[in-house]
């Protein structure tokens, strides 16, 4: 007979880090599934936002997250990814690509993966020269000139990364003005080297083996910019596909009440992959913490 565990936790960035530091605080018997550890944190740059920190790197805070929860000695399947999450009954079947573990409950904290352009190009130069993450291919793009496409907080991120070693930087955004922090905006308009290309749209990337250049139009005008690297920054998608069981909004976010509960009854979610407003590692945490409390105290108050 397959063991059922207290509780399985899906996901190891923010929330579901913190959620096994809470489950094993309180002695549950549970185990973590996961592709990675640190999540989306990993991809962040620079954060003077977190609690504690004046400031901190994306990769440092995460690391600190993995020495937390070593420290637990917690249980880790890594890497593997859930594919499905069913309620037979009392028990709770999780699914991956390796195996099929049972748990009385289960708390969803997947988060989120980044958004795809779409255009021409995109696909045909991923990874040669075409990134999601500044935070880990910045570097690669030292002394040559990049574009950032989003003017969000993500966008701002990784242009005042890249600041620092590219001698040209293009912020580029759809809309008719920058969307990010005012802070981060006025920090990246101090810049000599960004040049910020407002109502613009991308029509293509180009080059040979690797990126060579990116058109953009702007205002039925199109220009072509020669960039090599090209940081695309236009958002994130929920990683909740495989949760078909789950209610999930028209952003593909899995619903949830201010306990952390979801439509089925013993499976919580917590994180980016919610429907929780703002997308911040602290409140990630929190959401995390709660989920766990709220899986404990269904724990203790149902019979299996």
Known sequence: MSKIYDLIILGAGPAGITGAVYAARKKLDFLVITLDIGGQTVWSG??????????VTGPELASKFREHMEAFKIEVRMPERVTDIKKEGDIIRTITNNAEYLSKTAIVATGKRPRPLGAEGEQEFKNKGVTYCATCDGPLFKDKPVA?????NSGLDAALQMVKISPKVYLIESGAQL?????????IKKAS??????NSKVNKIYGDT???????????????LNVE??????????????AFILERD???????????????????AAGDVTNVPEKQIVIACGEGSKATLSAFRYLSTHKF
Not at 46 to 55: H, M, P
Not at 179 to 187: G, P, T, V
Not at 210 to 224: A, D, R, S
Not at 250 to 268: A, P, Q, R, S, W
């Open 46 to 55: 620079d954060i003077e936002n977190y609690t504690g920190y004046q400031f």
């Open 148 to 152: 950032i496409i989003g003017g969000g």
């Open 179 to 187: 969307s990010a922090d005012s802070l981060m905006i006025d920090n």
């Open 193 to 198: 080297n960004v040049e910020i290309c407002t």
């Open 210 to 224: 690797f990126v060579k250049g990116i058109e953009i139009e702007k205002q039925g005008k199109v220009h072509n």
């Open 229 to 242: 690297g090209i940081f695309i920054e236009i958002g994130l998608i929920p990683n909740s596909k495989f």
């Open 250 to 268: 028209e952003k593909d976010e899995i619903v949830v009440d201010c306990y952390n509960k979801t439509n089925i009854e013993g499976i919580f």
